[in-house]
Structure formats: C-alpha cells, structure tokens
C-alpha cells in the first residue's frame, strides 16, 4: 500500500519521478528474479550428490531410544550433508583455475612446474595463511575428503604435497593445487612405526623447515584428519602465538573453547594439526627439529618435537592467553584445545564436544586400532568420509538388522570385564548371524551400532581413563572389537569362504545415500514357524513387509529371497535364531575360518602382563567361557 500511495504521490505531483520509481521497481523485481534463480540452481547442485567422483528379561530392541540416539549424534552432527557435483564447485583463489576444476589439457605440465617454491606457496596463499597436507596414492581418498572438506568451507589457500608421481598426476587431474616433493616413496600403504612411516614424518619437518622462509603462516596437517569448521578465526584469536598445536590430552583442561591450560596438559603434543608463524623463534625450531631428525633416523617425528618444546617449559607469558614460553625461552606455544582438535578418543569415544556443547573443528584419526582401514571406518562412521557413489550403491545389495539387546544388559550393574564381555558377546552373536544370511545372500552387511561398557586403550587401565567424561555405556567404534583391517583383507576363498563385505552402522543415515536405495527396502519380521501366518513364502503381509520363520534352513532362505534379489535393502526384525548355519559341511568350515578371524583383543587389565582378552567369535560353543587374560604364553594366541 505504502509503495502504491508513493507512486501515485509521484505522478500527481512531479511527472519525473515516475520513470524513477518505475526503474526502481524494475531492478527489484529483475534482483529479485536473479536471487531465486541462483537459490534454486545453488539448490539442485547441492542435491545432486551422486557423481562426485565422476569427474574425479525380555528383549528391548530400542532400550532406550534417547540413549542411541545421543550416542548416534556424537559423530553424525558435524556432517555437511549432501555432497556437491565437483563439477559444478567454483572455488578459486586469486584468478587461478577453480579448485576440482579439471585442466583444459591433455598433456602433463613438464616436472619443474611442480617444484615447492615461494611463488608457488604466496599465489595459494590467502591473508598469508597456506594449509597444507602431503602423503603418497595410498591416501589418495583421504586427501580428496580432506580437500573437500576445505573447499566446502570456502577455503582454497591449500597445496597438497605428493610423494610419488601417481598421487601428482591423479589430483593435477582432479584440479587440486599439488606440488612434487620429491620424495619418490612408494604407492603403498607403508604402515605406522615402520622405516618409511619415519621417512615420512622427516619429509614433513624438512618441508616446514623449507616453507616458513618464504614468510607465510603455515597450518601442517595430517591426511588422516578432516576439518569440520574453519580454523582460521579460530587461529588468529592468538596473534601471538608463534606456533599453536594439537595434543593427545585425553582429559579436559578447559569447559568452553579456549586454548588447554598448557600446565595441566600431561598428553604429548601431536603434530598432525598445528599452526606455524614465520617467526624467528618458530623458524628456529624448525630448523633445529629438522637436524635433530636428519641426525638420528630412530627419532621419531613426534617424539623429536615434544623433547624440544620440552628443553624449557614455562612461565606463561600472559595472564588470559594460556600460551606458554616453550624451547628456548623465547618461542610462545598454545596448546590447541582437545575438545574442539579432536583426537580419535576425545571425538569418537567421550565426544566431549557434545558434552560440552561446542562445535568441532577437526578430528583427527589417532586412538585407533586396524590401521589404516579402521582410520577410513571411523570416519565413514561419523560420515564425514566422501566416498564414490559405488560405495552407496554394491551390487546385490545391503542387509541390515535391528539388534535386539536386553537392556539390563546395557544398563544395569557395574561396567567391569564380565558385564563388559557379557554385552559384547550377546551382539557379537547377532552379528555372527547376520554375517552367516549376508554371506548365504551375497549381501553386503550393515553393522550396527556397537555398544560397550568399557574403553579399549594399549594399556592396563580401569575401563574408562580416570578424569577423562566418557560416558558408560557407549557406542565404541568397531575397531575397539573387531579386527576391521582382517575383514576387509582378501582371504583365499580355498580356505575362508567368500569374502563378505560390510558397512558401517551409520551407512543408511548417511545424506549420500542415493534415493534409488533409500526407496528399495523389505522389512523382514521374523517369527515362530508355529505362529499364525509364519510360513516360508515370499508373500508380503504388506507392501515392504515379509513375514519369515525363525530358523530356516540355508534352501528355504535361497528360495525365498531369490524373489527380492533386486530389493536394495534387506531389513531383519532381529537376527535371534534367525539361521541355523550353513547345511554344506565344508562351506560352514570356511565360514569359521573367516569370521573367527574378525575380532580382535580387549585392552588391558590393570597391572597383569599380558592383560589383554581375546574376543571369541564362538564364545558360546565353550562352556563356562570367561574373560580371563592369557595365563600362559602357550594361551596367549587367538581363540581356535
């Protein structure tokens, strides 16, 4: 009304103005028309996440859903949801090609044109910040998550350092700003604490030695990381800092998001995250770190760093601040806090974010057990993995089942060994199961959400460390339990049985997942044979809805769900007395072989050597099992 009286204001009184108000209206409505064309095109490539690597007493099921669902949000909150077409990402950084843009060429740029150089690093750099990542084709996929990551926060002032000419051609393909290192190290996976995992750690002190020169401030971090918030606010908060760092500090120092009281921080350092400034103490650090290694390949990387920052410790050097003056009096060093640069038990086991009620910056995979692979797992776990659409879509399809769990086995009595091993090995059982059916209908399992009562760590301890806020019960990742390395491993299928692949309990709720499974599901209500309506028929009693005998043989379930080979996903009520095991003799042996192979040891118990238990996969063939540790060296071996 009011635009309406001016206009006719306008015309009764000074003509002019008409073909003012006129233009004006025109340019909103044409802004207008321009803001929602963006919106909506922003909209659908948002939701278009399928092709990202195209380019490129009695039985409580739910015992308490308020619980799990707590649980579930501890690593699913920081998810980002659906993940662009890269194609479509424009990101760029002072006129360069646009980050996952892929090069208008057919041939590769000659080798000098991938030397580090302080050209190279000032034109990626942004406000004189560069973050940078490095590793061999091993960890080609967490370099493209870790890039993600940071390219959906808005930030292109990264390179990524290649240490062998296959992980350079493939990410200059994908359009990630990557540089030679010069390293010429294996494609392979070099394992932690092995020469070559040393090797690496020297390449990145001698590639912080080589950057800092160049004036630039320096965010180092480990490929097994990914970041979930932008740091750099965060970073420079702390002006004064000449070096900020991550730390393996399991217990809280601090409630909200300042840095670690560094006099009560009694973890080590880590150096998979932390922040260089190209000052004359850090540069001299870094040098000295540099040498020390170069001096002696025994020191590890880490190890060298902490003895450093270690020669002098202290006084603080503010009031407010809690940097400390650290190495040789001079250097101000922060302790970044572990609540928000999470590591693998402050992220994945006490969440103390959400405890908190912050918002995390990064995690990093440490505190972790299967390797690389279990490293890969956590992540998918928290869904902040970027996997290929293959990965959402195997072929023959999922199985998933709802675990059914007593809940005073969850809930009541003390968290010690035997209620501990009691609650495993209820689930164990079920997953033992649903591996059987998965292997029997060449599907691909989908764990379920592991429940434990006590933490697993390489050292004697209580159940839980002592000051940290892990909460008991909790869902534990499944390495804590099983061997997941093992059972991603490809075992002769002579002696083991066809392999059985899996996903992580997670899986179903991931924002990646493609519509074509979500809509493709059969609930499977397991029922008494004698029961009213229970019969082996692949008639539905609704639509999506099957009704099957409990205990059916290894023919009856061929027979039956034959008919559903095309559904996505098989969902089980329950995998109690679902399959009796496989009729074939030999084929039941295979399948022995394999999944005895899947778990792993609980440790350890307090002041006995050794004092870790074997997890047993048939725990309840063997009469009056219990948790014990190994008595004997002869018994200290997997269970048979």
């Known amino acids: 009304m009011g635009l309406g ?24 409505v044409f802004s207008s028309l321009y803001v929602f064309s963006a919106v909506y095109s922003s909209s659908n490539s948002v939701s278009d996440s399928s092709s990202w690597f195209s380019s490129t007493s009695s039985e409580f099921t739910n015992f308490d859903s308020t619980l799990i669902k707590d649980q579930r949000s501890d690593v699913s909150q920081p998810s980002t949801g659906p993940t662009p077409d890269f194609s479509n990402t424009v990101v760029q950084n002072k006129g360069e090609r646009p980050i996952w843009e892929a090069p208008n060429t057919k041939n590769m740029p000659p080798p000098e044109a991938f030397n580090l150089s302080k050209e ?5 750099a942004k406000d004189n910040i560069i973050i940078v990542t490095f590793g061999n084709y091993a960890f080609m996929d967490f370099i493209l998550s870790w890039v993600k990551h940071l390219t ?70 480990d490929t097994d990381m990914v970041w979930l918030k932008n740091p750099l606010p965060y970073l ?34 880590n150096i998979g995250i932390f922040h260089w400034r190209p000052t004359e103490a850090s540069k001299k650090l870094a040098k000295e770190w540099k040498e020390m290694l170069l001096a002696d390949d025994k020191i590890w990387d880490q190890n060298g ?10 006084p603080s050097v503010d009031e407010d601040s809690e940097l400390v003056y650290a190495y040789d009096g001079n250097l101000k060093l922060g302790v970044l806090p572990a609540s928000i640069f999470c590591s693998g038990h402050t992220y994945f086991v006490q969440a103390m974010y959400q405890q908190f009620r912050l918002e ?35 072929p023959g399809g999922y199985l998933s089942f709802k675990p059914s769990i007593p809940k005073n086995l969850v809930l009541e009595g003390e968290h010690n060994l035997d209620t501990h091993f009691t609650l495993i090995n209820y689930q164990m059982k079920q997953i033992r199961t649903a591996l059987a059916i998965a292997s029997l209908l060449n599907r691909t399992l989908i764990m379920p959400p592991l429940w434990c009562r006590l933490d697993r760590l390489w050292f004697g301890h209580p159940g839980v460390l002592q000051g940290s806020v892990t909460r008991q019960p909790f869902i534990c990742p499944l390495d804590h339990v099983f061997e997941v390395n093992v059972m991603l491993k490809e075992l002769p299928e002579e002696e083991f049985g066809p392999g059985i692949d899996f996903r992580e309990y997670s899986f179903l709720e991931n924002p990646l997942l493609p519509k074509q499974v979500k809509e493709s599901w059969l609930d499977v209500q397991l029922c008494k044979q004698e029961s009213e309506g229970c019969s082996a028929s692949n008639d539905t009693v609704l639509p999506g809805v099957l009704k099957f005998p ?20 098989i969902q089980f009520s329950t995998m109690q007395d679902a399959f009796p095991g496989f009729s074939d003799k030999k084929r039941e042996e295979k399948f022995r072989n394999r999944v005895k192979r899947y778990v792993g040891i609980w440790c350890c118990v307090e002041n006995a050597a050794p004092g870790h238990i074997y997890y047993d996969m048939y725990w ?19 269970p048979l």
């Open 152 to 221: 959906d926060l808005g930030l292109t002032n990264l390179l990524v350092g290649a240490m062998d000419t296959k992980l350079l051609e493939a990410l200059y393909w994908k359009g990630i700003p990557v540089f030679d290192m010069g390293s010429h190290m294996s494609t392979v996976d070099v394992g932690w604490g092995s020469p070559t995992f040393h090797k690496m750690g020297r390449e990145k002190v001698i590639l912080i030695d080589s950057i800092l020169p160049y004036g630039v401030e320096l965010l180092m971090c």
């Open 120 to 124: 190279l690093v000032q034109k990626r």
């Open 236 to 269: 420079a908060r702390y002006p004064a800092a000449d070096v900020l760092t991550s730390s393996d500090q399991v217990v809280p120092t601090v409630v909200d998001d300042r840095l670690d009281k560094w006099n009560e921080v009694t973890g080590a350092l």
């Open 5 to 28: 009286n001016g206009c006719q204001d306008g015309v009764n009184t000074r003509p002019l103005f008409l073909v003012i108000y006129a233009t004006v209206i025109a340019g909103i």
């Open 550 to 569: 409990k205990g059916s043989n290894e023919d009856t379930f061929k027979a039956i769900f034959s008919t559903f080979k095309d559904v996505k996903v």
């Open 620 to 638: 309840d063939e063997k009469p009056n099992w219990k948790p014990h540790p190994p008595r004997t060296p002869e018994e200290d071996r997997p």
């Open 305 to 314: 760093f902490n003895e450093l920052v270690h020669k002098k410790y202290g």
């Open 360 to 394: 995390p910056y990064a995690v990093h995979t440490t505190f972790q057990y299967a390797g690389t692979e279990g490293k890969r797992h956590r992540l998918r776990e928290a869904m902040v993995f970027f996997d290929p659409p293959e990965y959402f879509d195997a």
